[in-house]
């Protein structure tokens, strides 16, 4: 009997699947955290998030997901020069996505104007074994889904679980994204439950080809970039690809340990230790470049 006090029950460990895409987030993401907690970790705004540099380190998941896809990922072949020029094209994607998240009106508008002329002559020619067009609303959907989804996955491995109103307030502020590369906004998912369906009925679609194959082998060999960025890029890739799972891997690959986000699990305490400034200053570098450039 004792004194009749109960011993506190022990912290439960939270689970995280080992691979994705296929597990959904919202039903993670539905966890509550209450307000202490989240001072306790101090994670930031929904504005915030979206500047936080160590999203970047995603950004390669992202981009196989949207491979991955059939239709994207032979626009891209067809069309895109990643091979001739990865960085410049990944600073064009970043410019884009942080000018969404933090720009003014008119500077979205810009940016919104400049990719769909990018993207206008991105359409396969008759007999293709692919059809695709990059104004297709299921393509502007899928590839801004990607950018929401990593985003979600590699801030809860920083932050741990977010709180329910901000994952709602970064599924609405990611939302421009898609909007910004043409998708009506009535077709981004109102919820995350709403999210994670889109997601999974997307997913299904994907399969990799010759073709996209050798788009990704061109980014992992990065041949036309810096040393340190062909440094970094293999043990990257086999993060990221280790992470994947189903038709989302491609065949063959060979993969290692540790996974992406489990990296990011790991890397959280030191990141969060950065003063903010310096973790936002990529972002906040693009977007002054962005503003600078004439209209």
């Given amino acids: 009997m004792g004194s009749g006090r109960r011993r506190p029950a022990a912290p439960s460990r939270d689970r995280r699947p080992g691979r994705e895409p296929h597990g959904p987030v919202g039903a993670r993401l539905a966890r509550t955290a209450g307000p202490l907690s989240r001072r306790a970790?101090?994670?930031?705004?929904?504005?915030?998030?979206?500047?936080?540099?160590?999203?970047?380190?995603?950004?390669?998941?992202?981009?196989?997901?949207?491979l991955a896809h059939?239709?994207?990922?032979?626009?891209?072949?067809?069309?895109?020069?990643f091979a001739a020029d990865p960085l410049g094209r990944l600073r064009?994607?970043?410019?884009?996505?942080?000018?969404?998240?933090?720009?003014?009106e008119a500077l979205v508008r810009r940016a919104a104007?400049?990719?769909?002329?990018?993207?206008?002559?991105?359409?396969?020619?008759?007999?293709e074994p692919v059809a695709y067009d990059a104004r297709e609303p299921d393509l502007q959907l899928w590839v801004a889904?990607?950018?929401?989804?990593?985003?979600?996955?590699?801030?809860?491995?920083?932050?741990?679980?977010?709180?329910?109103?901000?994952?709602d307030e970064l599924l609405a502020r990611n939302g421009l994204v898609a909007t910004?590369?043409?998708?009506p906004a009535s077709s981004w998912p109102a919820d995350r439950a709403a999210f994670d369906a889109a997601f999974a009925e997307s997913a299904r679609a994907l399969a990799w080809h010759d073709g996209t194959l050798e788009v990704v082998r061109a980014l992992v060999a990065a041949r036309a970039t810096p040393?340190?960025?062909?440094l970094l890029m293999p043990p990257l890739a086999s993060a990221t690809l280790a992470s994947l799972s189903g038709?989302?891997?491609?065949?063959?690959?060979?993969?290692?340990?540790?996974?992406?986000?489990?990296v990011a699990r790991a890397a959280a305490p030191a990141w969060r230790a950065l003063p903010v400034g310096l973790r936002r200053l990529p972002a906040r570098r693009l977007l002054r470049a962005a503003a600078r450039r004439p209209a």
């Fill in 41 to 66: 970790r101090r994670i930031p705004s929904a504005a915030g998030l979206q500047l936080e540099g160590v999203l970047l380190a995603g950004g390669l998941r992202a981009l196989m997901l949207q």
């Fill in 92 to 104: 064009g994607t970043l410019e884009f996505v942080y000018v969404c998240a933090a720009g003014d």
């Fill in 180 to 183: 910004a590369l043409g998708l």
């Fill in 113 to 127: 104007r400049a990719v769909g002329v990018a993207h206008r002559p991105v359409v396969s020619a008759p007999g």
């Fill in 247 to 262: 038709s989302a891997r491609p065949d063959g690959v060979a993969t290692a340990s540790p996974r992406l986000l489990a």
């Fill in 145 to 167: 889904a990607t950018i929401h989804d990593t985003a979600m996955r590699i801030a809860e491995a920083v932050w741990g679980p977010m709180p329910a109103p901000l994952a």
């Fill in 70 to 81: 059939p239709a994207v990922g032979h626009g891209v072949a067809a069309h895109s020069d």
């Fill in 227 to 230: 040393w340190w960025v062909r």
